[in-house]
């Protein structure tokens, strides 16, 4: 009888296949390695196929993994003849597992883990520890306790198809041909079959352009500044539907030899090319109905070198590139800023460039609008506008380049957002009205605005849709001081703006707007030096919020004055009628109770 029972536990192991699965040989974080204590461990020895193990059985494929899960105690596998990692001669190379001058028994005690290649694989193949009462298996085994605490009982079985290396053929002049055409193929495929041009532009895409004088296929630059000196990437592509304005500065050892060389000064090197439409037009680059000519939107002469002088450098580029969906690019048009450069060591040029996206006019007559803050509310980060006259603009604050100097370039006033900036101001000019002068325009921005936007939506034809800054003079002189010069050298824009609509829906807008200017004293003597100059901007909410509801209005009931008329008369009967009539009556009063608690809850 005991022999039976011994007999039928191997069956009894087998017939459990729900309970076995296999587990990859890594084990989580926190598992614990524990030695096998229900049977012998065998480390040694001929490795038979699983198919030949009593008692030890697979479910599907044998999961692959470079190393046993857990084993710090010693490597069952010895180093690879060729170390793929090994990388550095005469060093020990990081996590490079068979790297021999590492001069480690156990590397994985020292690395995290091993790279890939520099340890033998290994496959393990693991059951739930209770369906083990004795391991007969003359394969590598270990009993593991995971993160969950369920002991895992693993056996490590050797797969040489997993270790196989093939030795490369031998090549001589008798079966080279031979090995090239059974091997070969096409070595250079041509890169438009196997990748053709998208039919239309997506939002971020590269803008195609074409040179026709060299047959050069390029891409739309917008050149923007990197590092903190914020010099010029001229390889920065602009990116299509992406209206952005971008700021750099250029420095030039020689600007005698660069004023008439370098194409960046040049305003001709910004139009001299052609826009593709459509990308799919580069594969038919003789079809003009693919290419959109840049068009001068302003006069652009080329630079001159006069004297000391540097003529007609291009300070500012602006493109202004008219789209129709997936029709592509319909029309471009480029206008330019320029200035004059003196010749000295060293000097600097800093240039903006501008990108408007839009879309495309049937009709020239159509009112071009700039876009909105807000429909019609303002929203928060959107940002603020004013008028000056009859164009439409964003407020601005002053914006620092390098060394902390005025830019040209200047922050943008977001609705909503307080914010404050500052820079550098050199005092050049002698004279105090037009010192007081050119100061006030560097705060206030050019053009000055005169009128902000109540509503995100405002039109600058519509009058009613802005209300005036309130101000006072910029200048002011100082009349018992003849030596001395009151500039201005910050102001403090003050905004108030309410919500107004229904609760459910409010709508910012703006109730006011204030400058407020702050003064110092100089002397004659300010030539050359430096005045540091701020900007802040406030927003103040005054919206006046309704009482809230006190609840929801209860029902007034009214009943007719003789609706208690049964009642008396049944009460006012004797002893007899009441017994007849009393369970009518305490129907009725309980049925009219529920009618009122209902209505109370």
């Given at each position: 009888m005991c022999t039976l029972q011994l007999l039928m536990l191997p069956v009894f192991v087998l017939m459990l296949p729900e309970g076995a699965q296999h587990q990859p040989s890594f084990f989580p974080?926190?598992?614990?390695?524990?030695?096998?204590?229900?049977?012998?461990?065998?480390?040694?020895?001929?490795?038979?196929?699983?198919?030949?193990?009593?008692?030890?059985?697979?479910?599907?494929?044998t999961p692959v993994t470079p190393s046993m899960p857990g084993n710090r105690t010693m490597d069952l596998f010895p180093v690879l003849p060729i170390c793929i990692c090994d990388l550095t001669p005469g060093a020990c190379d990081l996590n490079c597992c068979c790297d021999r001058d590492?001069?480690?028994?156990?590397?994985?005690?020292?690395?995290?883990?091993?790279?890939?290649?520099?340890?033998?694989?290994?496959?393990?193949?693991?059951?739930?520890?209770?369906?083990?009462?004795?391991?007969?298996?003359?394969?590598?085994?270990?009993?593991?306790?995971?993160?969950?605490?369920?002991?895992?009982?693993?056996?490590?079985?050797?797969?040489?198809?997993?270790?196989?290396?093939?030795?490369?053929?031998?090549?001589?002049a008798t079966n080279f041909q031979a090995l090239a055409i059974e091997f070969g193929g096409e070595s250079f495929p041509s890169a438009l079959q196997t990748q053709l041009p998208p039919l239309f532009y997506r939002a971020g895409d590269p803008i195609l352009t074409y040179f026709p004088k060299w047959s050069v296929i390029s891409l739309l630059r917008q050149p923007a500044g990197v590092g903190t000196g914020g010099l010029c990437a001229d390889r920065n592509p602009?990116?299509?539907?992406?209206?952005?304005?971008?700021?750099?500065?250029?420095f030039f050892k020689n600007l005698t030899s660069s004023c008439t060389f370098d194409p960046a000064l040049d305003a001709a090197s910004y139009y001299n090319f052609t826009v593709l439409k459509i990308p799919t037009g580069m594969t038919d680059l003789?079809?003009?109905?693919?290419?959109?000519?840049?068009?001068?939107?302003?006069?652009?002469?080329?630079?001159?070198?006069?004297?000391?002088?540097?003529?007609?450098?291009?300070?500012?580029?602006?493109?202004?590139?008219?789209?129709?969906?997936?029709?592509?690019?319909?029309?471009?048009s480029v206008s330019f800023g320029q200035t004059n450069l003196t010749i000295e060591p060293d000097v600097s040029l800093q240039q903006e460039f501008i990108i408007h996206f839009r879309a495309f006019q049937q009709s020239t007559s159509t009112s071009l609008t700039g876009p909105r803050s807000g429909n019609p509310g303002y929203i928060v980060g959107k940002p603020l506008l004013v008028r000056t006259g009859d164009t439409s603009h964003s407020m601005t604050l002053l914006q620092s380049q390098g060394y902390?100097?005025?830019?040209?370039?200047?922050?943008?006033?977001?609705?909503?957002?307080?914010?404050?900036?500052?820079?550098?101001?050199?005092?050049?000019?002698?004279?105090?009205?037009?010192?007081?002068?050119?100061?006030?325009?560097?705060?206030?921005?050019?053009?000055?605005?005169?009128?902000?936007?109540?509503?995100?939506?405002?039109?600058?034809?519509?009058?009613?849709?802005?209300?005036?800054i309130l101000r006072r003079r910029c200048s002011v002189s100082i009349m018992n001081c003849t030596s001395c010069c009151f500039i201005p050298v910050s102001l403090e824009i003050q905004v108030l703006w309410a919500y107004v609509g229904l609760q459910s829906n409010p709508q910012a807008q703006v109730s006011g707007a204030r400058f407020l200017y702050h003064y110092k004293t100089i002397r004659d003597s300010h030539q050359g030096t430096d005045v540091h100059l701020t900007t802040l901007v406030n927003f103040v909410d005054i919206t006046q919020k309704p009482e809230p509801p006190r609840g929801q209005p209860r029902m007034d009931?009214?009943?007719?004055?003789?609706?208690?008329?049964?009642?008396?008369?049944?009460?006012?009967?004797?002893?007899?009628?009441?017994?007849?009539?009393?369970?009518?009556?305490?129907?009725?009063?309980l049925f009219l109770l529920g009618i009122f608690n209902l209505e109370t809850t």
């Open positions: 974080t926190g598992a614990v390695p524990t030695p096998a204590v229900l049977g012998p461990v065998t480390q040694g020895g001929p490795i038979p196929t699983p198919q030949d193990v009593p008692g030890i059985f697979n479910v599907g494929p590492c001069y480690l028994l156990h590397p994985r005690s020292v690395f995290s883990f091993c790279l890939p290649g520099s340890v033998r694989s290994s496959s393990w193949v693991c059951v739930d520890n209770s369906l083990i009462f004795r391991s007969n298996s003359p394969f590598p085994s270990r009993v593991f306790t995971d993160s969950n605490g369920i002991r895992q009982f693993c056996v490590l079985v050797n797969n040489s198809k997993l270790n196989y290396s093939q030795k490369l053929q031998k090549v001589n602009a990116g299509f539907l992406e209206s952005k304005s971008t700021t750099c500065t250029r003789q079809n003009m109905k693919f290419q959109v000519p840049v068009t001068l939107a302003s006069q652009a002469s080329p630079p001159l070198l006069v004297g000391n002088t540097c003529q007609n450098a291009v300070s500012q580029v602006i493109y202004d590139i008219e789209t129709n969906g997936t029709f592509g690019i319909q029309k471009v902390g100097t005025c830019s040209i370039k200047r922050h943008e006033v977001q609705f909503g957002v307080n914010a404050i900036s500052g820079c550098k101001f050199r005092l050049m000019e002698t004279d105090c009205s037009r010192l007081q002068q050119e100061i006030c325009q560097t705060l206030n921005g050019r053009p000055t605005p005169e009128h902000v936007a109540i509503f995100g939506n405002a039109d600058p034809a519509q009058k009613g849709g802005w209300t005036r009931w009214k009943l007719p004055f003789d609706f208690f008329f049964p009642f008396k008369v049944a009460f006012s009967r004797g002893l007899d009628s009441q017994k007849c009539s009393v369970s009518p009556i305490l129907i009725l009063c």
